[in-house]
């Protein structure tokens, strides 16, 4: 095979227990109370003034890596009220289905801190201090999913990069902040 096609059969593995992983802590964690209804979306192109409103759809935070020229960014919405995020280069169309871009998945969760910290205790992994008074997890199974939440917070975010190491740089230099401001 290809390095190509390792790459990608990689970056597909990677997604599948991604989600995977989100799912087992949305189910762990439970489901916010008094929220807007979210709208599952196919993926498309969004600007930053459409982010600017997404928030209000959803009633919680999302969060992103900010502006990232040339890269355009796709939105998906699930119908639970995740969201994510991909930063696609210039001549890549929404849903693409190569895995090796900059994500950031937003997930609600009940209290994502205490979520975050039962699957590090399941997994025997320790949560490591993040940005502000935030908890990091890096993920075991995968060297380009850290996980980030706040005390106090429904949302757990997920920083997907193929590169090892550039999603936890990402969220320890402050760069990972909601859409809204």
Do not use: C
């Not at 498309?44 to 502006?67: K, M, N, Q």
């Amino acid at each position: 095979m290809s390095g190509r096609g390792d790459r990608r059969v990689l970056g597909a593995v990677a997604a599948g227990l991604l989600v995977a992983v989100a799912i087992g802590l949305a189910i762990v964690g439970g489901s916010g109370g008094d929220r807007a209804i979210a709208v599952e979306t196919p993926p498309h192109f969004v600007d930053a003034h459409e982010l600017g409103e997404l928030e209000a759809s959803l009633g919680h935070s999302a969060y992103w890596a900010g502006e990232r020229p040339p890269a355009r960014l796709e939105l998906r919405q699930e119908a639970e009220g995740s969201v994510y995020l991909r930063y696609l280069p210039p001549g890549v169309k929404p849903g693409d289905p190569d895995q090796t871009y900059l994500t950031i998945g937003t997930y609600p969760v009940v209290d994502a801190v205490a979520a975050l910290e039962r699957s590090a205790a399941e997994s025997e992994v320790e949560v490591e201090p993040g940005p502000g008074d935030g908890v990091v997890l890096r993920n075991p199974d995968s060297r380009g999913s850290v996980y980030l939440a706040y005390p106090g917070s429904d949302v757990q975010i997920e920083v997907y990069d193929p590169v090892p190491g550039r999603s936890l740089h990402l969220i320890r230099s402050g760069a990972i902040v909601p859409v809204g401001g």
